[in-house]
Structures are given as C-alpha cells and as structure tokens.
C-alpha cells in the first residue's frame, strides 16, 4: 500500500502563494501519475494537476493553468504543488491522489474511480479576498 500525506494548506490573501506537498510512504511513486483534487464546500471534486512518471507529461485543469506548477523529486517521494495569483474560487480541501493509469491524459475524470487508488487526507486552502 501506499500511504499519502498532504501538507502544505493555509490561509492566504488573494494574489497570495502557496505550496503543497504529497510525500508518500509504504512504496514509491513510480508506478503511478500524482495528481492532485480539490473539493470546495457544495461543489463536485475538481481535478486540477497531473505529472506523469511514464512519459513526464504535466496536466492543469483550464481553472488553474498558468498559474499551478506541479512538480516531483523522486529522491524524497514527494510531489509538489506551487500555487500562485490565488483567488477565492480556489479555496477548497485539496487531495493528493495516485493514478494507476501512469500517465495524465485523462486525469480528473470521474474522481470515483478505482484507477485513483490511493489518496492523501486533504489539506485545506483558504483564499481570503
């Protein structure tokens, strides 16, 4: 198994920075796209970012491009979430999640299904305008 832990949530202003991060333990990252959900209060989750380990390819929901980078450090097993220009639309808990698939071509659909296997225990992010 593979165990997911989110950190890295908090309250900022708009304009502001954060970083999150998914460190994992119990196996590696290498059989597995990271990405990460979020979920704000009333709304579906909402896949926003992917990194593939397969064929290094990088995924952002439309809501974040530009603004998100994802990023990875295989030596400590961790997968990162640089967010900044953060508006209130971005509050939300935010998960980290494994994708047995490999690769982000279809991240973020259907975040019920089993091909996200494992996943972080959210960490929260409030925007404050």
């Known amino acids: 198994d593979v165990q997911l832990q989110a950190s890295g949530g908090g309250l900022v202003q708009t304009g502001g920075s954060l970083t999150l991060s998914c460190a994992a333990a119990g196996s590696t990252f290498d059989d597995y796209a990271v990405g990460w959900f979020r979920q704000a209060p009333g709304k579906e989750r909402e896949g926003v970012s992917c990194i593939s380990t397969r064929d290094g390819s990088i995924y952002y929901s439309d809501s974040v491009a530009g603004r998100y980078t994802i990023s990875r450090d295989n030596a400590k097993n961790t997968v990162y979430l640089q967010m900044n220009s953060l508006q209130p639309e971005d509050t939300g808990v935010y998960y980290c999640?494994?994708?047995?698939?490999?690769?982000?071509?279809?991240?973020?659909?259907?975040?019920?299904?089993?091909?996200?296997?494992?996943w972080g225990q959210g960490t929260q992010v409030t925007v404050s305008s």
């Open positions: 999640v494994t994708d047995v698939r490999q690769i982000c071509k279809r991240f973020g659909r259907n975040p019920d299904s089993p091909l996200y296997e494992y």
